[in-house]
């Protein structure tokens, strides 16, 4: 499940907090990460339920997933930065091809920023 981290993080959850809403232990969680220990099936339902995915998400290897990596920053950014806060709200179901378009409007907006 080489997908579970980077749509973890793409959702602002720790290893802890996912282990703690699927019901295992955050070893267990760290263990399905690496890929040293796999879920059974009830447990790989819940883990694709707490993130909002489905479980053939999780298991392959698409573009969506290398896009959750990219977009996690940007969702951490808005996290942190108190004139990005409303937006967090707004982005945190979004979906990657809308963060990307957003924070391009708002680089370009900071740019004009700039110019002043």
């Known amino acids: ?3 579970l981290r980077s749509i973890r993080l793409s959702r602002g959850m720790t290893q802890k907090e996912l282990a703690s809403v699927v019901g295992c232990s955050d070893v267990s969680m760290s263990n399905y990460e690496r890929g040293t220990q796999s879920p059974d099936i009830q447990t790989l339902q819940r883990i ?3 993130l909002n995915v489905s479980t053939d998400e999780l298991l392959d290897h698409n573009q969506n997933h290398l896009e959750a ?3 996690w920053a940007f969702r951490e950014q808005m996290r942190n930065n108190p004139s990005y806060r409303l937006l967090f709200k707004a982005a945190d179901k ?9 924070a391009a409007m708002l ?3 900071e740019g004009d920023n700039d110019a002043d």
């Not at 979004?94 to 957003?102: C, F, G, T, Y």
């Open 107 to 109: 680089k370009s907006l």
């Open 1 to 3: 499940m080489k997908n």
């Open 69 to 71: 990596d990219d977009s």
């Open 94 to 102: 979004a979906k990657p091809e809308h963060l990307r378009a957003a």
């Open 48 to 50: 694709a339920d707490a």
